[in-house]
């Protein structure tokens, strides 16, 4: 990892204790609360994750987590400082995250995508690397250097100079993974890293993560693959309604007959057979009732989510670009 260029390590590796504290966090949006009271936790070393149906608010809670929304009530800590509603101070401190609708440069490359989400730390920043001007050329060789390592990483290498837009679906959500994890964070949030995957892609992104979590990075992650989600996760918190159901292990979460109900729509014993390896073939999420499985969305269809991404500004994939 490079150092000589960057800002002190936010996070990384090492440590333990709890890595991420939201307490009370509530959203409202005019009448609508779309997150209540939410209280949730992640810890060194753990990947935890979020489910619950269509409009539940997990991406609101993740954008309230990141700084896109000041919450209407409650706080978020990272490592035991209470951040600011700002995105690119959130990102210094050490939270990374991937959005639902896919954000990157489409008209840059593949390595500049990751050099952009390398810039919260290097003393240069953005512009230098954009210009690549003659004085900053030691340093963008060191970020050029740690962004290959992450290329390498998530399988990208390959495909350095080809456009993020070229990209097929599944390699540009790795690349939003690969540039998330250039702002060396201590905590990653992914909201839907696998839709519109195929079940190869699925299972490659199901160890990249785990990959990401050996090297300390706690992981929050929210899926609509029950799969996924409960073959990944040491703990999962459901949301419904914009309410947290219940949180457990994922023994627990897909067992209890609230979720079943409520998200799932499948009796436990077909749940439960769908997340073992080897076990059926369609997801819980393909049940009738049940949401979608996020691979079946195709890709550009519009979806709940989509407003709340963005807020409807900034330039795609630049997460600092939210609020000035
Ligand atoms: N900017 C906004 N203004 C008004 N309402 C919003 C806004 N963003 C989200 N909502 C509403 O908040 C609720 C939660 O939406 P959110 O996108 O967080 O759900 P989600 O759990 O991520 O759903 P999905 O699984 O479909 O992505 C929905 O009712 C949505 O319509
Ligand atoms: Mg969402």
Known sequence: MTTHTTTPAATGTGEGGTVLEATGVTMRFGGLTAVKSVDLTVNSGEIVGLIGP?????TTFFNCLTG????????????????????????????????????????????????????????????????RGPRFKKAEAESEARAMELLEFTGLAG???????????????????????????????????????????????????????????????????MRFIFNLCDRVAVLV??????????????????????????????????????GAEDGPGAADGAPATTAERPTGTPDPGARNDTGGHGPAGTEGGEKA
């Not at 000041?70 to 990272?78: D, I, K, L, Q």
Request: net charge neutral.
């Open 241 to 278: 309604q914009g309410e947290k159901l219940l949180e457990g292990t994922p023994e627990v979460v897909q067992r209890d007959e609230r979720v079943i109900a409520a998200y799932l729509g499948t009796p436990p014993e077909e749940v439960a057979a769908a997340s073992r390896p080897g």
């Open 159 to 225: 495909k350095r100079d080809h456009l993020a837009r070229n990209l097929p679906y599944g390699e540009q959500r790795k690349l939003e993974i690969a540039r998330a994890l250039a702002s060396d964070p201590g905590l990653l949030l992914l909201d839907e890293p696998t839709a519109g995957m195929n079940p190869q892609e699925t299972l490659a992104t199901q160890e990249l993560v785990f990959a990401v979590r050996d090297q300390g990075i706690a992981v929050l992650v929210i899926e609509h693959d």
């Open 68 to 131: 896109l929304y000041v919450p209407t009530e409650g706080r978020v800590a990272y490592r035991g400082t209470v951040l600011p509603s700002r995105s690119h101070l959130v990102t210094q401190a050490g939270i990374a995250r991937t959005f639902q609708n896919i954000r990157l440069f489409p008209n840059m490359t593949v390595l500049e995508n990751v050099l952009v989400g390398r810039h919260t730390r290097t003393r240069e920043g953005l512009l230098a690397a954009l210009l």
């Open 54 to 58: 269509n409009g539940a608010g997990k």
